[in-house]
């Protein structure tokens, strides 16, 4: 089975701080990505990486960034959290190419993120 | 036209009966169209993946139609475990995939 972890499962953090979000995949996965999930939003994607120290932008990467050193390890960084990054963060792998059913995307157990 | 669409519901069944959700997606360069499924507080989990000539799982039958850009899928029997969000899923160019908003289903005996 594949496993995908999140270092957090909860976070309270102040705003201004730096955050951290760790992923981490045990299937040798070409491909890792972030989402955050809202209400009435549903996942929005911010960041994903198809290769070691290759990264693409989502739809919302503003006050995002990622870092991709290791091929199992992906992280999420908030340069200066705000309140409007409270959110669910969802880390997702997926083994490779679209169109093969390799882009099956299968997601950690999240981080709730709350910023004060 | 947004790139995946769903009916929110929520859809109110009791056990035993059949339900159909509804998907339209945008891209008709879209190669790959799954259904996740996402209980309350926990992460998605692939339900099966979609393909042109349909499919079935037990249950669950999902269907494709690229020439009007909808994805279908039909739980027959329904028990009070199917009670969840059932997010339409398509990609896009390359490997991303672009997630529906949900369908959110509710079983009661």
Not at chain 1, 8 to 30: A, I, N, P, W
Not at chain 2, 62 to 86: F, G, P
């Amino acid at each position: 089975d594949v496993k995908v972890t999140q270092s957090s499962r909860y976070l309270v953090k102040r705003t201004g701080e730096k955050v951290f979000l760790e992923c981490v995949q045990d299937m040798d996965h070409e491909n890792m990505f972030w989402y955050r999930q809202d209400p009435g939003l549903g996942l929005r994607l911010i960041y994903f990486s198809y290769d070691v120290k290759m990264k693409e932008k989502g739809d919302i990467p503003e006050g995002y960034s990622v870092s991709r050193e290791k091929k199992e390890r992906f992280s999420l960084i908030l340069e200066s959290a705000s309140t409007n990054q409270t959110s669910m963060y969802l880390c997702a792998s997926s083994l490779g190419a679209s169109g093969s059913g390799a882009d099956t995307q299968y997601f950690g157990p999240g981080t709730r993120l709350t910023v004060l | 036209r947004k790139e995946v669409e769903q009916d929110p519901g929520p859809f109110n069944v009791p056990e035993g009966a059949t339900v159909a959700f509804n998907c339209t997606y945008s891209n008709s360069a879209s190669q790959s169209f799954f259904w996740y499924r996402q209980d309350c507080r926990k992460e998605p989990k692939l339900l099966m993946s979609v393909y042109s000539s349909g499919n079935e799982d037990g249950r669950f039958t999902a269907q494709l139609n690229r020439a009007s850009q909808y994805i279908s899928l039909l739980i027959r029997d329904s028990k009070l475990s199917d009670s969840a969000t059932y997010l339409c899923v398509v990609n896009r160019a390359g490997t991303a995939l672009i997630f529906g908003k949900g369908t959110t289903l509710s079983v009661s005996s």
